[in-house]
């Protein structure tokens, strides 16, 4: 799957990651609608 990575302060990739998977009893997944990245630097 796709995925929108953090690499640090003002840098954002496209990455290719695994599925995700549940490993724990209290593990969920969910599926996302909408989001978006925020570019707002707060000081």
Sequence with gaps: ???LCWQGVNKL???TVPDPAIRNDQDVILRVGLSTTCG???T
């Design 1 to 3: 799957m796709r995925a």
């Design 13 to 15: 990739s496209t990455e």
């Design 40 to 42: 707002r630097t707060c």
